[in-house]
């Protein structure tokens, strides 16, 4: 088993912590027990409460549901069932960015 280094970010926050995350284990998981309280809903991959966005390093996500490839491509990670493929640094708390940027987002027209 080998364990990776998470880093998870967010200034609006005030959060950046870095845990040590195995390879076998999914990174929200992990920040729960080192008591980083994260966004998380259905913790299956189906939805994107726990969206994150993945600045550097490489995570396995192939459980994922809920993304699409381009929003996958753009760095999104779905953290309840993300695996660390490496040391990486990921921006939390991204759900509402990532709906900013989703082909279904109509921004008010007031």
């Not at 990532?98 to 007031?110: E, I, W």
């Amino acid at each position: 088993m080998t364990v990776y280094q998470v880093r998870l970010i967010n200034e609006a926050q005030g959060l950046d912590c870095t845990i040590p995350v195995p390879d076998d284990q999914y990174i929200l998981d992990i920040a729960k027990d080192n008591g980083i309280r994260l966004p998380s809903g259905c913790e299956q991959g189906d939805c994107s409460v726990c969206v994150a966005k993945l600045l550097n390093g490489q995570v396995d996500q192939r459980e994922q549901k809920f993304l699409r490839p381009a929003e996958i491509a753009l760095g999104y990670t779905v953290t309840c069932v993300a695996y660390p493929r490496s040391d990486c640094t990921l921006y939390t708390h991204q759900e509402q960015v990532l709906y900013q940027s989703s082909l279904y987002h109509q921004p008010n027209s007031d």
